[in-house]
């Protein structure tokens, strides 16, 4: 660097002026977002906290407004998917672990830690059926898609039961898991075929029509599994447990298609939602979140087998839910607090402004006037055209905005180019002028010319920025020389004293962090080592 503020005479050519710019373009702290991390950014969050305790289950209703249930506590409550505020309690008598819409969004049932399993009108909330049998905590409960009739229930008894709801009796007792039943999920293309998961490990497919009441397909996920979801074919299932998501496809037998581990605690809860278009309509672009206790909710495409989106939320997660008009997205923490984020709906307001003529009857277009060589509007006609697709295109230049250093800099005015960038406070700008002074041979001569005032901002801004990584190279030897040319000035004044003591202790401060690194890199380096032998 010292090399490069050695002034040498040379030729001034002039040239087509640009503003400067520093030569070290600072790299992006975060990569840029991808279009679909920009739709999922789109949801404008909601927190809604006067909930009591965690939220471990959420349930869309799948007609349309799609309000959506939240158990907490001992109650259960429906919110407005498009307002976000509660619209109805229903009280239970112990804690509700469970819920589930029915087919046609007008019961729902619940399950609570006695038990017990109950159905509500939700219009009234009237408790329309009592569902007892399990001996212990009843951890799931589901409606088929196809059937609004049965239920499917599973618990801490390790027995997964198919219910006849009207009339408050069990068809079917099944035996097959060894531990815990949390959670489960009904086939989306059959009605009698339904999947629970355990935390014995085992995810079982069941169907009803099988006289041996055993399971159909059995695969292990290698964690207690936390939940499952059918995928929307109907063949394949995804199964969450410890830190991953795994895909099975059961026309296949039960094998695994794919797993992915990129949460960090173990994944509580997962759903399965569409990507929706702008206009509001439905996409086939599936996709399954996931939610875990690290706080990260997940957007995964099974498609490309990748993480799309992720986003992080201050408290750990138990439940995830996603509506069928892809609008809300609905997601339960452990502390109460419910992060719900809804996306904006594109209203057609052409046809409501048009419409209020109507009552008033036909409105006649009024006629324009032929354009004429005596209109002012006829010298301007067709500048408001769009060019079409094979027009060539002639782009007018955009002028050169200029600061007040680069004026300077353009009339060779190097030394009040130099005083007027150290008065501002944008450390870029003074850098780039630093390396164009140094380009044109002229930055130590302007040194020299700097009076005590100007020098002792020179002075306060190297001792600012000196050790910064970025622009140390250059700094630093600018530093050496400052002080080697003007030194008899400085012992002149008290206030460039004063500068130097600080520019000396802010070096001695990086020389001693620079030691301590070096003492941490020694400790840790044979620890790598040993490490990649391994």
Known sequence: MADLLVEQPQEITISKTFPTKPKLKSKPKTPSKTPESKYWSSFKSHQISNLISSIPSIDFSPISPHHFAAANSASLTLFSSRTLSPASTISSSDVVTSCSFRCDGSLIAASDLSGLIRVFDVKTRTPLRRLRSHARPVRFVKYPLLDKLHLVSGGDDSVVKYWDVAGESVVLDLYGHRDYVRCGDCSPTDGEMFVTGSYDHTVKLWDVRVDNKESVIEVNHGNPVEDVIFLPSGGMVATAGGNSVKIWDLIGGGKMVYSME???????????????????????????????????????????????????????????????????????????????????????????????????????????????????????????????????????????????????????????????????????????????????RKLLKCVVNLDDEELGLLLGFLHKHSTMPRHSGLLTGLTRKVLEMRAEDIRASDALKGHIRNLKRSVEEEIRIQHSLQEIQGVISPLLRIAGRR
């Open 262 to 440: 990129s949460h960090n605690k173990t994944v509580t809860s997962i759903c399965v939602g569409k990507v929706g278009k702008e206009s509001g309509e439905e996409a086939l672009q599936y996709r399954i979140f996931s939610v875990a206790l690290d706080g990260y909710m997940k957007v995964f495409d099974y498609a490309k087998m990748k993480v799309t989106h992720s986003m992080r939320f201050p408290a750990p997660l138990m439940s995830i839910g996603f509506s069928l008009d892809c609008m809300t997205r609905v997601i339960g923490s452990s502390n109460g607090i419910i992060f719900a984020g809804r996306r904006k709906a594109k209203e057609d307001v052409g046809e409501s402004k048009v419409g209020n003529f109507w009552a008033l009857g036909s409105v006649e277009e009024p006629q324009r006037r032929a354009l004429r060589p005596t209109y002012f509007r006829y010298f301007h006609r067709s500048q408001g055209e769009k060019p079409n697709e094979g027009d060539h295109l002639i782009m007018r230049q955009k002028k050169v905005k200029l600061a007040e250093h680069d004026k300077l800099l353009k009339k060779f005015r190097h030394k009040e180019a130099l005083v007027s960038v150290l008065g501002g406070k944008n450390t870029e700008n003074v850098v780039a002028v630093m390396e164009e002074l140094v380009a044109r």
